[in-house]
């Protein structure tokens, strides 16, 4: 068994985080080589496969978690980390871990009226409620109102947000 039953957690892009697990058999014999499956991007600190844990002890382990070119700041990425041993039953440890981001830029949104868009004057809408929230959570980041010209700015960490808009007599 291990004291870690699942990992949800986050790590900074660019960079890796550690976990520690604790393993202990509590079976009636020793555990036989103990190896564990895991993504690329996570690896057991010092080997991928322990020598056999005899019936009562433990063991901490160290696994380190980084991010890859591919992963999306602010989007979770989940899936098992399988912990095996020739003379037992493994386990599964589930996880979800999120990528974010240390950088920081302007979100600007810039709120338009799709009746009035193609007119000459082609007005932007002041006055709009904008609502950013976390893409998976769908926790509020931040809340705002567009100026006088339509617009809505705010600082934000590098990621995916939804936005949601909305203003009185407009669809």
Known sequence: KTDVTSINTSVTVGSSRELHLVLSNIGK?????????????????????????PMG????VALVI??????????????????????????????????VSSQTGVLSVDVCDQFTYYTS???HVSGASVVVKHPTTGNVIATGTTNESGIFDIELPE?????TVTADRHE
Not at 29 to 53: N, Y
Not at 57 to 60: A, D, G, L
Not at 159 to 163: D, F, H, N
Request: aromatic share 8%; glycine share 8%.
């Open 159 to 163: 990621g995916y947000y939804a936005i």
């Open 121 to 123: 004057e082609a007005p």
């Open 29 to 53: 014999s020793e555990t036989g080589k103990i190896s564990f499956a895991t993504p690329s991007w996570i690896r057991v600190d010092g080997v991928q496969t322990l020598h056999s844990l």
């Open 66 to 99: 980084s991010t890859t070119d591919q992963m999306q700041a602010n989007v979770p990425v989940t899936g098992n980390i399988a912990v095996n041993c020739d003379n037992g039953n493994g386990i599964a440890i589930p996880f979800s871990i999120e990528p």
């Open 57 to 60: 002890e433990s063991i901490e």
